[in-house]
């Protein structure tokens, strides 16, 4: 098990930037792959970003390719999303989660999740 705590949300006109991290405890971190999820009021929580264990490879939904970037450092136990260009309908509560296994992109294949940070952008 890991607990996971994302900070870095907040309020942002479009065509800002955002920062969001998920600190993560436990010594195991390094052997997670780690996501990134949100979820807009009314609509199912949806994959966004993901990196494996070693950060060697990503995968992004296609409507924040070339806009977010996923990262990590796993001797600070944290994983990054930076966001850039930021349009209003990225607005949601963006989660991280972890997972050892190998399906990356379904909310299903997560079993540590932390409790969420708020995203909105303004037009």
């Known amino acids: 098990q890991v607990q996971l705590v994302e900070s870095g949300g907040g309020l942002v006109q479009a065509g800002g930037s955002l920062r969001l991290s998920c600190a993560a405890s436990g010594r195991t971190f390094s052997s997670y792959a780690m996501g990134w999820f949100r979820q807009a009021p009314g609509k199912e929580r949806e994959f966004v970003a993901a990196?494996?264990?070693?950060?060697?490879?990503?995968y992004y939904t296609d409507s924040v390719k070339g806009r977010f970037t996923i990262s990590r450092d796993n001797a600070k136990n944290t994983v990054y999303l930076q966001m850039n260009s930021l349009k209003p309908e990225d607005t949601a509560v963006y989660y991280c989660?972890?997972?050892?296994?190998?399906?990356?992109?379904?909310?299903?294949?997560?079993?540590?999740w932390g409790q969420g940070t708020q995203v909105t952008v303004s037009s």
């Open positions: 990196i494996r264990w070693r950060g060697d490879s990503t």
């Open positions: 989660a972890a997972t050892i296994s190998i399906k990356l992109t379904s909310p299903l294949g997560y079993d540590n």
